[in-house]
């Protein structure tokens, strides 16, 4: 890697490629606009039910852990495209495994809203 020296216009610089980065993720990624309305409800939810500074913390950690992930998913998915557009076994088991992540960090954060809501939702039935 390069060694340059520190300077804080080109720290701005790459938190302008981030936020453009995640232009990008909702533009073309649909799976992440539905994570997105997702991460909406539960904090609407949260809103809602009033949930204590504990569950806030579970729900924030929750909702970043599933965009990272999504994000992450979507770089090896596009990434993938770019070396191997063409059908490829490698890119098949790579794009799997990286859909795999996602699905693993949604389920890990639908368990977390259900011990938290589960509770509050049954009180009012
Ligand atoms: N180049 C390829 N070679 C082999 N299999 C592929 C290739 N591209 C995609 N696949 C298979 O199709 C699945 C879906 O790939 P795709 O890139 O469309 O992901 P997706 O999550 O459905 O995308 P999107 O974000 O557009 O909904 C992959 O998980 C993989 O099994």
Redesign the pocket.
Known sequence: MKQNKFSILKRIKSFGFAFNGLKILIKE???ARVHLIAAISVILAGLYFDITMMEWLAVSFAIGFVITIEIIN?AI?NI??FI??????S??KI??LA?AGVLMSALTALVIGLIIFIPKISILI
Request: proline fraction near 6%.
């Open positions: 990624e649909h799976n979507s998915e993938s495209d191997s557009p063409e059908k490829n076994d890119i098949k794009k799997d859909a």
